[in-house]
């Protein structure tokens, strides 16, 4: 009988001291719509929500949104994200090790409804199709594509002018010269999961 009542007890005091730090909540910044990669977050992109205080969770507080503000998303954030330090960049950009570059693309050359933010891999041949048209020789054609990394920075569907569309994307310093010495018509992007690339 007495054990069972300081079993009871002891359940009462665990239930009590785990409420008492589920409370234990402040107030931080959490993304309020989708900001792309590389794009400058604005007060309108965060939003305050109440989260549990955790020490081993490096969460923004509400307080320092004014820092926050003018600086870069350095991947791609989705609406409700909890925002931490390393989620954020400087204003300046792109970020140190990275480059921008923008591609003309004609249609089948990469997936349509691309946009802003998505992460692709970007598959560059050694085969062109060149000014001409036509395909290069049979041993370039059958070399496997090289397969880089990147992040969609924007998508201009107006184009160059001469049928492409133009695609800015943001990628590896080391890849930047990869990409710059493709053939013309040798690039192919593929959109992948928003986890992986």
Do not use: H
Not at 88 to 116: E, M, W
Not at 119 to 141: L, N
């Amino acid at each position: 009988m007495v054990l069972g009542s300081l079993l009871v007890i002891v359940c009462v005091l665990a239930y009590a001291w785990g409420t008492v730090r589920l409370g234990d909540r402040i107030q931080v910044l959490a993304v309020a719509r989708p900001v792309a990669a590389g794009q400058s977050i604005t007060a309108a992109d965060l939003t305050q929500v109440s989260a549990a205080e955790d020490p081993e969770v490096l969460l923004i507080p509400v307080v320092q949104a004014d820092e926050v503000i003018g600086r870069t998303a350095v991947v791609p954030l989705v609406a409700g994200t909890l925002l931490t330090p390393s989620l954020i960049g400087d204003a300046a950009f792109p970020p140190a090790g990275k480059v921008t570059a923008s591609l003309a693309l004609k249609p089948g050359q990469y997936p349509q409804g691309l946009t802003r933010g998505a992460k692709v891999a970007v598959f560059v041949s050694a085969a062109g199709t060149g000014a001409d048209g036509r395909a290069a020789s049979a041993a370039k054609a059958t070399a496997a594509p090289t397969r880089l990394r990147a992040v969609v920075l924007g998508v201009d569907l107006s184009g160059d002018g001469q049928g492409s569309t133009v695609v800015t994307l943001l990628l590896d310093a080391s890849d930047g010269p990869r990409l710059a010495a493709a053939p013309e018509g040798a690039v192919v992007l593929m959109q992948t999961a928003p986890g992986g690339n």
